[in-house]
């Protein structure tokens, strides 16, 4: 008999995860073996895109980047990163306002785990799910921002700044990803430029999460282009390789912040991260290297704006309802009454499928599943058309036509 763990029993996996391992249960094999349909899964193509440059197949690594890394990143990669911001968004960030970590996460991780106790986060009430464990794990106090159809699941700025019920000491820090994950919703232009000036205002700041900033039409929006002082700001804006450069696999993200709060980070990473594999980080930099980041812009925009229009099309003419903005790599839908999310990725997951349910993407459900509770998001579900080939579309839209056809005979035979 086992003794009494000494870790904690309250760190259940991410949503997307507890979909993974149920899947795995049902189907005898994990997801992305052959014969699977990963539409539960984040991550894009991470071969060449039409159009696009191809990725680097390897990197050179000398005896110095054997040595331990600088706990606050590879010189090279910060002034990459700075370069890259400034040469497409104008702005005049330094590298010392950049601080590199082993993906997005960790960065996101990070800033809320050293936020002060006098701080509430403002997250609307779907988002990515790492948010709820990370807000969870960290201790963070938050309150969610309604999102609804009313709504058309984008809120305005101001519901995020709302001090209503505050006291003065409060301070507030929206976290928000734009383009959104799961509903493609995005904060662009004059609109983002408003969610900016709010969060440079005193009491103020925001987590702008940008994964999927190149999957706009705009071919990248980022909240940098209109930040007027960044090293007096508490802005952070969080990006990373994994989504526009094609390169989950290599761990890379950082953060762009004050150079206040990057030393705060970097002394943070000194004692609990000791810094970021040297040859991941140089990998980086080849990816955004300047025109390669361009040519990079236009296919990904240009691949996945074709995607987003012809699942979006082929969803509505098979009964669901469609509520997804203009970016990122997701379909948020709504499915027809008498039908949730767990009943259709039970039977999706006969057919080697799966998509993300939207109570996952509740940040107001409890950490721990609670059968007990009932989410507004229950008929909801996120569909990821990021990994998929365009040469499989047919046969994606022909599975999920023929569960939603099935669930229908069934209910109609009263078998469901």
């Known amino acids: 008999m086992q003794r009494d763990s000494f870790l904690s029993d309250d760190c259940p996996p991410m949503g997307i995860y507890e979909t993974l391992y149920a899947f795995r249960d049902s189907f005898g094999h994990f997801m992305g073996t052959p014969g699977t349909h990963p539409w539960s899964q984040g991550f894009p193509l991470t071969t060449q ?15 110095e980047d054997r040595f331990y890394p600088k706990a606050w990143g590879h010189p090279l990669l910060r002034d990459a990163i700075a370069k890259h911001y400034n040469d497409f968004y104008g702005s005049r960030i330094a590298p010392e306002n950049v601080m590199v970590f082993a993906g997005g996460r960790p960065g996101i991780y990070a ?14 009430n779907v988002e990515w799910p790492a948010y709820l464990d990370i807000m969870t794990q960290t201790d ?14 984008h809120p305005p700025n101001a519901a995020y700044f709302d001090r209503s019920g505050l006291n003065d000491k409060t301070h507030l820090l929206p976290v928000i990803s734009n383009p959104g994950n799961p509903t493609g919703h995005t ?5 983002l430029e408003e969610l900016i000036a709010m969060a440079e205002q005193p009491k103020s700041g925001i987590l702008l999460d940008e994964a999927y900033e190149m999957f706009h039409p705009s071919k990248g929006v980022s909240g940098i282009r209109y930040v007027k002082d960044l090293d007096n700001s508490n ?29 705060v980070l970097s002394n943070f990473s000194s004692f609990g991260m000791g810094g970021v594999s040297h040859p991941s980080q140089l990998y980086a930099v080849e990816l955004l290297e300047p025109g390669r980041v361009a040519l990079a812009r236009e296919a990904v925009d240009k691949h996945y704006s074709m995607q987003r229009a012809r699942y979006g099309e082929a969803f509505a003419n098979m009964g669901l309802s469609v509520h997804t903005g203009d970016g990122g790599f997701y379909h948020w839908l709504e499915l027809p009454e008498g039908l949730n999310a767990a009943e259709l990725n039970r039977r999706l997951f006969r057919k080697g499928a799966a998509i993300l349910e939207g109570i996952d993407c509740d940040m107001a459900r409890p950490h721990k599943k609670d059968p007990g509770y009932v989410s507004p998001y229950a008929q909801w579900f996120r569909f ?14 022909a599975i999920l036509r023929g569960v939603l056809d099935e669930h229908r005979s069934d209910v109609g035979a009263g078998r469901a």
């Open 49 to 63: 895109l039409q159009g696009g440059p191809p990725l680097p197949s390897s990197v050179a690594v000398s005896a």
């Open 111 to 124: 800033v809320l785990a050293f936020l002060k106790c006098h701080v509430e986060v403002r997250i609307g």
């Open 140 to 153: 963070t106090s938050w309150r969610v921002v309604p999102f609804t159809k009313e709504n058309g699941f």
């Open 187 to 191: 904060r662009a232009g004059a609109e």
């Open 235 to 263: 802005v952070f804006l969080a990006g990373a390789c994994t989504k526009g450069p094609q390169a989950a696999g290599i761990r890379i993200g950082w953060i762009i912040a004050s150079r206040h709060n990057v030393e």
């Open 384 to 397: 990821s058309f990021g990994p998929l080939l365009p040469e499989t579309f047919e046969s994606a839209i």
